[in-house]
DNA sequence: TTGAAAGCGTTACCAA
DNA sequence: TTGGTAACGCTTTCAA
């Protein structure tokens, strides 16, 4: 028994299999990449084979060879839950069909040289392709290590370069813009706006959009209502309480994530400001928090999972660069339903 | 100029180091993984090579020859938002020390045989360690094949056979009592339980639970207020509808998970029950849910992202098989402080 | 439609 | 402390 091991423990390769099916090795391997020219029967000789051996072929071995690795990675950084959950839930469909297995990869947004960590990782594992979302999905070095590599890649919420490669994201500020104006339409004149983390390009984006509706409104721009955050929980309700501690308070807070609109409204019941009431809030992203917090806030409804479905669609077709603009819708609650200054 | 790649597009190998290097490849291997045995001089000069050349070793190349895949695959399957959070969260570090990646697999819980899914991917992947969430925490032919193929595994939760395997877990039947006995001790005398997915074991020990510190308070049990669930929103939110409608609708409502929890509060919001007031609710995980929620629900904080970093741990460690215990502890809010029955 | 043999880029065994 | 050289299990090129 040199042969192979075709014997209990050890798993069975390509070779055990041809030779239990008395074909080569190539028409094995023809079989698992489905390839043309192999007749029928030999086809279910070999399939039959590799199920009787329970024959599974080794990913490194494949990727080592061909030159494909079956994998693709997403690159995020510290990621919300909400936002990391849709990534993935938008992802592994596509992911299923193509068979292909998704690494994600949680780059350290504050490193020296996020980009760097990054880079290795993609010279060592040479994915089937990347998804990139902020804030490295907006690093030069990145997108040209991945371009020389001939590494397919796709941006979600691209800041900088957008036609580049491609890419999907809603129309931020626009979607900032809507938002502001609702509230602004609902009565409230003193809005309060809670930034995003300074390294995110559509943080620029959103408070781009809220300083347009309010200059379209005529409404003079308060700094003080302008407050920066970070994107998750503590950082809103650090900013909620720097807001509601102003002297002329405002009666509407848009924060622009949904995680710093909850901080804002821990804020809120933290200072005993009722929400709705004395205080309207307005968060963006698509979570069930809106669904569930009660008082309901406000949002843009920014739909992640989508997203992702797209720029797995794009990664796969090897679609051309350019960035496809998915629509973002608000929904309005009676938190601001019930203007506190009207 | 047969030799290498040290020009410019093709990636360097190990073999252009050791040129450059002047060493064999073996000596550069030895670099690679830090072997001992190598002159510091010697090494020093490999490294000089390695850099200069951009040299990174091949994954695949490494997984093949080496058999050690660099990866470790977490098994999860529809998991919400703040777990699959939680659980990346906490492998993420002990990944980055151990310079592995994190390939997440979100198989298919209602599949035909969710088993076979996740068997046949790991022997494709081969993975260095494996992490199992339930249900598939669960299921003996997975743990058995894990056995066989040598893979260390560990399980989260597991549900059953709870010393075959390093695990982690908090003692959910323990939580489930406490809080039950908390809600009875501000003096609700029906609560109603929401069940978790029946796939789950921890689903069970909850109910049990609950059921438990029922019987401890001399409350007889009424089974219309057990609902079953499935650990998302909108499975709350209905078996919450059903309980509201309830001829003697619950003072008090213990969802074993916080989505569900929250499914409960819109359905009270729908139904203009008021919470607090008219009802306490209770959750169960460890969410910004309970913090941001207004009003504030109870909950039992079981920290995810501990149990994954110990799960890691474990993994690591090649630890012995057996259950640890994470403590977990409740945090009680105004909702359940202000009874609505006393 | 099938097969033989040459890689792919490492690690591992055995010598030196 | 170092270096040959055979695996590792597959894909691919070229013939047949």
């Known amino acids: 028994m040199v042969e192979g091991a075709t014997q209990s423990g050890m798993r ?3 070779k055990d299999v041809s030779s239990a099916a008395g074909v080569s090795i190539k028409t094995v391997s023809r079989v698992i990449n489905n390839e043309r020219y192999v007749r029928p029967a030999t086809r279910a000789r070999v399939e039959a084979a590799m199920a009787a051996l329970g024959f599974r072929p080794s990913a490194a071995a494949r990727a080592l060879a061909g030159g494909r690795a079956f994998q693709i990675a997403l690159m995020c950084s510290n990621p919300g839950p909400y936002y990391l959950h849709g990534l993935i839930a938008g992802l592994r469909g596509r992911c299923a069909t193509e068979r292909v297995q998704l690494v994600v990869h ?16 993609l010279r060592q594992m040479n994915p089937d392709g990347v998804v ?17 590599a001939g590494t397919p890649h796709v941006r979600i919420s691209p800041g900088v370069a957008a036609d580049r490669t491609p890419a999907v994201a809603i129309d931020n500020e626009a979607a900032a813009r809507d938002m502001t104006q609702a509230l602004i339409e609902l009565g409230h004149r003193r809005i309060g706006f809670v930034v995003g983390h300074r390294a995110y390009g559509v943080s620029s984006h959103r408070l781009a959009g809220y300083l347009d509706a309010l200059r379209a409104a005529g409404i003079a721009l308060d700094l ?18 720097r807001l509601l501690a102003l002297a002329e308070p405002p009666t509407a807070i848009f924060a622009s994530s949904d995680d710093m609109a909850a ?4 804020a809120a019941n933290r200072a005993g400001v009722a929400v709705p009431g004395r205080l309207s809030v307005a ?9 569930a917090l009660w008082p309901p806030l406000s949002t843009v409804r920014q739909p992640i999972p989508e997203l992702a479905a797209q720029a797995a669609d794009l990664l796969f077709t090897h679609a051309a660069p350019g960035l496809r603009i998915i629509p973002h819708r608000l929904v309005m609650r009676e938190s601001s339903a019930a203007c506190p200054a009207a």
């Open 12 to 14: 069975a390769n390509i």
């Open 106 to 121: 949680a780059y350290e947004r504050d490193a020296d040289e996020p980009g760097a960590d990054v880079r290795s990782l």
């Open 132 to 148: 990139l979302t902020p804030p490295i999905a907006d690093d030069l070095a990145v997108l040209d290590a991945l371009e020389r």
């Open 224 to 241: 003080d209502l302008v407050q920066q955050g970070a994107f998750d929980v503590p950082s809103g309700r650090a900013a909620g309480e």
């Open 263 to 266: 901080g804002v409204l821990a």
């Open 283 to 291: 968060g963006f992203d698509d979570t069930p928090l809106a669904e």
